[in-house]
C-alpha cells in the first residue's frame, strides 16, 4: 500500500507556542489531504480537509486561526497548531487521498503532541 | 451527518476462537473501509470493499459489504494474539462529492494467549 509520513512522530512543548506538524505522501500525489485527532480509547475525529492550492475545508467547532493547514504541494500538507495549550495534547493523525486507488485514504503514522 | 455505528465496541476472546464485528448504518456508502490501529500508531488499511454483496478474504480475515451497501462485517477465523488491536471500519457516503470518511466508533480486540 502506499505510504504516508508524519512528522515528528512525538513533540512536547511548552504553553504558548506554536507546533508544526507535516505530513507527506511518499510515493503518490494527493490533492486532498485529511486532519484528524484521536483522543486516548477513542476513535479518529476529523479536523478539517487540505485542498492543494485552495484554503482548507474545517469541520464544525475546530478553530481555523488555530489549526493553521497549508497544502502547498502535492505531497505536503501542514498542520501548525498555534499558541498551544494543555487541552490541545492529543494524538494527531493525517490521511492522504490516493486518487489512483480508487480514492483509498491512507494513514499516516500519528504525531503525539503533549504541551506542558 | 450519517452514523456508522460498529459493534461490540470491547472484544476479549481465548486464541483460537471465532469473532465477528459488525458496522452499520442507515445510510449507503459508496466504498467502504476496515482498519486495524495499533497503540500510537496510526490506522493501517485492511481491506476497501465497494460493490453490494462483495466478499473479501484476508488470510483470516474475511470482509462482507451488504447488498444495499449499508453495513459491512468482518470475521476473524482462529484469532491469534497478533490480531490484538483496535478495529475501525470507515465509509464514505454515496454520491456526497466529498471524500471524507466517517469512522466507526471501533472494536478494541484482545486475543488472550
Known amino acids: 500500500g502506499a505510504v504516508v509520513s508524519q512528522h515528528p512522530s512525538r513533540v512536547i512543548c511548552k504553553s504558548g507556542t506554536s507546533v508544526k506538524i507535516e505530513c507527506r505522501s511518499l510515493?503518490?500525489?494527493?490533492?486532498?489531504m485529511f486532519w484528524y485527532r484521536q483522543f486516548p480509547k477513542q476513535s479518529l475525529m476529523l479536523m478539517a480537509t487540505?485542498?492543494?492550492?485552495?484554503?482548507?475545508?474545517?469541520e464544525q467547532g475546530v478553530e481555523k486561526d488555530k489549526f493553521l493547514i497549508n497544502h502547498a504541494s502535492l505531497t505536503l500538507s501542514t498542520l501548525t497548531v498555534t499558541s498551544a495549550h494543555p487541552e490541545d495534547s492529543s494524538f494527531y493523525i493525517c490521511?492522504?487521498?490516493?486518487?489512483?486507488?480508487?480514492?483509498?485514504?491512507?494513514f499516516g503514522p500519528g504525531t503525539r503532541l503533549t504541551v506542558l | 451527518t450519517q452514523l456508522l455505528e460498529q459493534s461490540p465496541q470491547f472484544l476479549s476472546i481465548q486464541e483460537g476462537e471465532n469473532l465477528t464485528v459488525y458496522c452499520n448504518s442507515s445510510?449507503?456508502?459508496?466504498?467502504l473501509q476496515w482498519y486495524r490501529q495499533e497503540p500510537g500508531e496510526g490506522p493501517v488499511l485492511l481491506v476497501t470493499?465497494?460493490?453490494?454483496?462483495e466478499v473479501k478474504k484476508l488470510k483470516r480475515l474475511t470482509f462482507q459489504f451488504g447488498d444495499a451497501r449499508k453495513d459491512s462485517s468482518l470475521h476473524i477465523t482462529a484469532a491469534q494474539p497478533g490480531d490484538t488491536g483496535l478495529y475501525l471500519c470507515?465509509?464514505?457516503?454515496?454520491?456526497?462529492?466529498?471524500?471524507?470518511?466517517?469512522f466507526g466508533k471501533g472494536t478494541k480486540l484482545s486475543v488472550i494467549p
Open positions: 490521511s492522504a487521498r490516493d486518487a489512483g486507488a480508487g480514492d483509498t485514504q491512507y
Open positions: 510515493d503518490f500525489q494527493a490533492t486532498t
Open positions: 487540505s485542498n492543494e492550492g485552495s484554503k482548507a475545508t474545517y
Open positions: 445510510s449507503v456508502f459508496s466504498s
Open positions: 470493499v465497494v460493490t453490494g454483496g
Open positions: 470507515a465509509a464514505t457516503q454515496a454520491g456526497a462529492g466529498s471524500y471524507q470518511l466517517t
